[in-house]
């Protein structure tokens, strides 16, 4: 008599953990809902700032600023939110930040290029990290209108007349506002000027 075979129990399931269980764990400190967090969400996070960046090696390490964030800031996240909405949306703001970050470096090169001939330098790496610093100092240092209507102009790229539009003054004090940057930013950079030698 041929005995009859009974097919094998199937192995229960482990029960996935919910979004709300783990943000609740994370808030209280659990690394282990960190690390799981981090496993399930660190690829598509770095994909997601890739996206914008097109550069995987900055993708991660403002990946890895994030999650950091999110340990760091672990307790002050409100008990509904959504742990995959904070990531991406973090990452994406980091990345664009980076993006005009650069932009802003490569448009203080081309100010400086606008005042005077660039000076030749031996040691240039050196000299243009300091440049950009001291073009931050300058910048900083200015009148707050004067500043915020040079800003406009360099970084916004806004003509005189459509500054004088959105601050609701004339174009002849935008020139004036220009003019009085221009000064102060040639005083504050003086250093990195050639002698003149007239």
């Known amino acids: 008599m041929t005995a009859v075979s009974h097919p ?5 399931p482990t029960p996935l953990v919910s979004d709300a269980e783990l943000l609740a764990r994370l808030r209280a400190g659990d690394h282990a809902a960190f690390d799981t967090i981090f496993r399930q969400w660190y690829e598509p996070v770095v994909r997601s700032a890739n996206r914008v960046l097109h550069d995987a090696g900055v993708a991660e390490e403002l990946s890895q600023d994030v999650f950091l964030e999110l340990w760091r800031r672990r307790e002050s996240l409100a008990p509904d939110s959504s742990v995959a909405g904070y990531l991406l949306q973090a990452v994406r703001n980091r990345a664009l930040n980076h993006l005009r970050h650069l932009q802003v470096q490569r448009r203080s090169a081309v100010f400086v290029e606008a005042l005077t001939e660039p000076a030749e330098h031996a040691d240039a790496e050196t000299q243009a990290g300091e440049l950009h610093d001291a073009i931050q100092v300058a910048i900083a240092a200015l009148p707050p209108r004067t500043r915020e209507v040079f800003l406009m102009s360099r970084e ?3 003509r005189y007349s459509e500054i004088a539009e959105l601050l609701g003054v004339s174009v002849k ?5 220009m ?3 221009l000064r102060q930013l040639r005083d504050g950079l003086s250093r990195f000027l050639p002698a003149d030698d007239g």
């Open 173 to 177: 004090a935008v020139e004036a506002n």
């Open 179 to 181: 003019s009085r940057a």
């Open 156 to 158: 916004r790229n806004l």
């Open 8 to 12: 094998s129990p199937l192995p229960i």
